[in-house]
C-alpha cells in the first residue's frame, strides 16, 4: 500500500517555489523575487525527488522522499519515514564531522522534505571516477568522515544508555534494511524477477552463483552480522554515488539507509566501489593503457583510505576511552595498556575481514542483483563491460569465501592488479 499522509504530497517545480518562499532562512539564501527563482527536478538516484533551486543571490538543494521505489514505480511502497532517519543521521554527521555533510538549511518532516546547501562545484564522485578525476583529498576526508562517526557512536565511546537510546532511535527504519537485506544479501544467489546482469555475456556466472554453497554460506555469515550486529551508527549506503566532491572538498550525502549496524558495512561499501571502479577502467580506455595511472590512483587511494581509517580509529579510542566497553579498571598499568593496545589491534584487524566480506557483497549485488553502478553500466560495448564485470566477480568471490586470504588492504589491492590481467572465459 503506497503511504498517504495527511499535509504530505510530492512537490513541483510550481508548488515549490511557493512553499520555500514561505521559509524565512530560505528566502533569504535564495534572494529576490520568488517569480524569478529557477528550479528543475534532477534526482536521478534510485528512491527520491531532488531538486535544484537557485536564485538570485544563491541556491539550494531540495530532496523529497516519495512514497515508493523511484526506480521501480508505484508496484513498490516506500515509508516516507525515511526522510526521518536521514535527517537524524545527517545532523548527527554534521555534529561528529563538521564540513564533511551538507548544512541543513529546513528540515520538513510532514513533507518528507530536506533543504540543505547546494553542493558546487561539486560532482558525483562516480562520475568524477569515470572521467579520471584525481581527488588527492578524499582518502583524508573520507577516513576522517569514518573514522569519527564509527566510533563516536559506538560502544567505544558512548555509555550502554545512550548507545542502546542510539539503536532505539534507528530502529523503525527496517524497509530501508530490507532493501538492503534483499538486494545485497538474498537476491544475487537466487532466482529473482528484479536481477539483471550483462546477459548473455555473464549468464553462466548468474547460474554459478545461485548453486554456490560456499558462497551462499559465507553472504548467509554477512547477513546475520547485518541483521544482528548494532555497533555503531551506518550511513547505510556510503558508495562513490552518495559523496559529492572536488579535488579540494568532500561531502557524503543521502544518510536514509542509516541505522545501527556493522562497521564494516560503511568501511566496505567504500571498498566495493573503489574496486568496481577499478576494474571498470579497461572498458573506458580509448587505447591500450590509456588508464593505467588511473588505476593505480584508485588502489593507491583504497590503500591510503583503509591505513588513514585505521590510524585515526585507533587514536580516537586511545584518546577518547568513554564508552562502557573494554572498562579502563580493567586495563590498568603498563601490563594492562599492553594487552588493551594488543586487543586494539585485533579489533582492527578482525573490522578488516568484516569490510572485505561486506565489501565483496557491494561487488557482487552491482554486477547481479537489481541496482548496478555507472562505472560499469556505461561501459557501451556489451562484451568489454562484460569482461571488466567478470574480473569483478571473481575477485569479489575469493574475497567472501576467503577473507583470511587478504590480510591487508595491500594484498587486496595486489590481487586485484592480477585479477585485473586475467584473461577471462564464460
Ligand atoms: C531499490 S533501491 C536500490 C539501491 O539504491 C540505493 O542507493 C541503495 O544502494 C539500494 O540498495
Ligand atoms: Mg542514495
Given at each position: 500500500?503506497?503511504e498517504?499522509?495527511?499535509?504530505?504530497?510530492?512537490?513541483?517545480?510550481?508548488?515549490?517555489?511557493?512553499?520555500?518562499?514561505?521559509?524565512?532562512?530560505?528566502?533569504?539564501?535564495?534572494?529576490?523575487?520568488?517569480?524569478?527563482?529557477?528550479?528543475?527536478?534532477?534526482?536521478?538516484?534510485?528512491?527520491?525527488?531532488?531538486?535544484?533551486?537557485?536564485?538570485?543571490?544563491?541556491g539550494?538543494?531540495?530532496?523529497?522522499?516519495?512514497?515508493?521505489v523511484?526506480?521501480?514505480?508505484?508496484?513498490w511502497?516506500?515509508?516516507?519515514?525515511?526522510?526521518?532517519?536521514?535527517?537524524?543521521?545527517?545532523?548527527?554527521q554534521?555534529?561528529?564531522?563538521?564540513r564533511l555533510?551538507?548544512?541543513?538549511?529546513?528540515?520538513?518532516?510532514?513533507?518528507?522534505?530536506?533543504v540543505?546547501?547546494?553542493?558546487?562545484?561539486?560532482?558525483?564522485m562516480r562520475?568524477?571516477?569515470?572521467?579520471a578525476?584525481?581527488?588527492?583529498?578524499?582518502?583524508?576526508?573520507?577516513?576522517?568522515?569514518?573514522?569519527?562517526?564509527?566510533?563516536?557512536?559506538?560502544?567505544?565511546?558512548?555509555?550502554?544508555?545512550?548507545?542502546k537510546a542510539?539503536?532505539?532511535?534507528?530502529?523503525?527504519?527496517?524497509?530501508?534494511c530490507?532493501i538492503t537485506?534483499?538486494?545485497?544479501?538474498?537476491?544475487?544467489?537466487?532466482?529473482?524477477?528484479?536481477?539483471?546482469?550483462?546477459?548473455?555475456?555473464?549468464?553462466?556466472?548468474?547460474a554459478?552463483?545461485?548453486?554456490?554453497?560456499?558462497?551462499?554460506v559465507?553472504?548467509?555469515?554477512?547477513?546475520?552480522k547485518?541483521?544482528?550486529?548494532?555497533?555503531?551508527?551506518?550511513?547505510?549506503?556510503?558508495?562513490?554515488?552518495?559523496?559529492?566532491l572536488?579535488?579540494?572538498?568532500?561531502?557524503?550525502?543521502?544518510p536514509?539507509?542509516?541505522?545501527?549496524?556493522?562497521?564494516?558495512?560503511?568501511t566496505?561499501?567504500?571498498?566495493?566501489?573503489?574496486?568496481?571502479n577499478?576494474?571498470?577502467?579497461?572498458?573506458?580506455?580509448?587505447?591500450?593503457?590509456?588508464r593505467?595511472?588511473?588505476?593505480?590512483?584508485?588502489?593507491?587511494?583504497?590503500?591510503?583510505?583503509?591505513?588513514?581509517?585505521?590510524e585515526?580509529?585507533?587514536?580516537l579510542?586511545?584518546?577518547?576511552?568513554?564508552?562502557?566497553?573494554?572498562?579502563?579498571?580493567?586495563?590498568?598499568?603498563?601490563?594492562g595498556?599492553?594487552r588493551?593496545?594488543?586487543?586494539?589491534?585485533?579489533?582492527?584487524?578482525?573490522?578488516?575481514?568484516?569490510?572485505?566480506?561486506?565489501?565483496?557483497?557491494k561487488?557482487?549485488?552491482?554486477i547481479?542483483?537489481?541496482?548496478?553502478?555507472?562505472?560499469?553500466?556505461?561501459?557501451?560495448?556489451?562484451?568489454?563491460?562484460?569482461?571488466?564485470?567478470?574480473?569483478?566477480?571473481?575477485?569479489?568471490?575469493d574475497m567472501?569465501?576467503?577473507p583470511?586470504?587478504?590480510?591487508?588492504?595491500?594484498?587486496?589491492a595486489?590481487?586485484?592488479?592480477?585479477?585485473?590481467?586475467?584473461?577471462?572465459?564464460?
Amino acid at each position: 500500500m503506497i503511504e498517504t499522509r495527511e499535509g504530505y504530497a510530492p512537490q513541483s517545480p510550481e508548488t515549490l517555489s511557493a512553499y520555500l518562499s514561505g521559509i524565512e532562512r530560505v528566502r533569504n539564501i535564495l534572494g529576490g523575487d520568488p517569480s524569478r527563482w529557477r528550479i528543475a527536478e534532477v534526482g536521478d538516484g534510485n528512491l527520491n525527488l531532488v531538486f535544484i533551486v537557485r536564485g538570485d543571490a544563491g541556491g539550494v538543494a531540495v530532496k523529497q522522499a516519495l512514497p515508493y521505489v523511484r526506480l521501480v514505480g508505484e508496484s513498490w511502497p516506500l515509508p516516507l519515514s525515511r526522510a526521518h532517519y536521514e535527517h537524524m543521521a545527517l545532523s548527527e554527521q554534521a555534529r561528529l564531522t563538521g564540513r564533511l555533510v551538507p548544512e541543513i538549511f529546513h528540515y520538513d518532516e510532514t513533507l518528507a522534505l530536506i533543504v540543505m546547501e547546494l553542493l558546487e562545484p561539486h560532482v558525483i564522485m562516480r562520475r568524477g571516477m569515470i572521467a579520471a578525476t584525481l581527488y588527492p583529498r578524499f582518502a583524508e576526508d573520507i577516513s576522517t568522515f569514518m573514522s569519527r562517526t564509527l566510533y563516536f557512536t559506538s560502544d567505544l565511546a558512548l555509555p550502554a544508555g545512550r548507545k542502546k537510546a542510539m539503536i532505539a532511535a534507528f530502529a523503525g527504519n527496517t524497509a530501508l534494511c530490507k532493501i538492503t537485506e534483499d538486494l545485497i544479501f538474498t537476491d544475487p544467489y537466487r532466482v529473482a524477477d528484479l536481477n539483471r546482469w550483462t546477459s548473455p555475456q555473464l549468464d553462466p556466472y548468474a547460474a554459478r552463483w545461485r548453486e554456490d554453497g560456499d558462497l551462499k554460506v559465507a553472504v548467509s555469515r554477512l547477513k546475520l552480522k547485518f541483521l544482528s550486529s548494532a555497533e555503531a551508527m551506518l550511513h547505510g549506503d556510503l558508495h562513490t554515488g552518495s559523496i559529492m566532491l572536488t579535488p579540494e572538498d568532500t561531502r557524503v550525502i543521502d544518510p536514509e539507509f542509516a541505522f545501527m549496524g556493522p562497521m564494516g558495512f560503511d568501511t566496505g561499501a567504500i571498498v566495493a566501489n573503489f574496486l568496481l571502479n577499478y576494474f571498470s577502467q579497461d572498458g573506458h580506455a580509448t587505447s591500450p593503457g590509456e588508464r593505467d595511472a588511473y588505476g593505480e590512483w584508485v588502489l593507491a587511494t583504497l590503500e591510503a583510505i583503509w591505513t588513514s581509517f585505521r590510524e585515526k580509529f585507533l587514536a580516537l579510542w586511545r584518546e577518547n576511552p568513554a564508552g562502557d566497553a573494554y572498562p579502563a579498571s580493567l586495563f590498568q598499568g603498563a601490563e594492562g595498556e599492553g594487552r588493551l593496545e594488543t586487543e586494539r589491534q585485533s579489533y582492527m584487524d578482525r573490522l578488516w575481514a568484516d569490510t572485505v566480506g561486506f565489501a565483496a557483497a557491494k561487488m557482487i549485488r552491482r554486477i547481479l542483483g537489481l541496482a548496478h553502478n555507472i562505472d560499469l553500466e556505461w561501459i557501451g560495448d556489451k562484451d568489454r563491460r562484460a569482461v571488466c564485470e567478470a574480473r569483478a566477480l571473481i575477485l569479489a568471490r575469493d574475497m567472501m569465501v576467503k577473507p583470511g586470504d587478504y590480510p591487508s588492504v595491500s594484498a587486496l589491492a595486489e590481487r586485484a592488479r592480477r585479477v585485473r590481467r586475467d584473461v577471462i572465459r564464460y
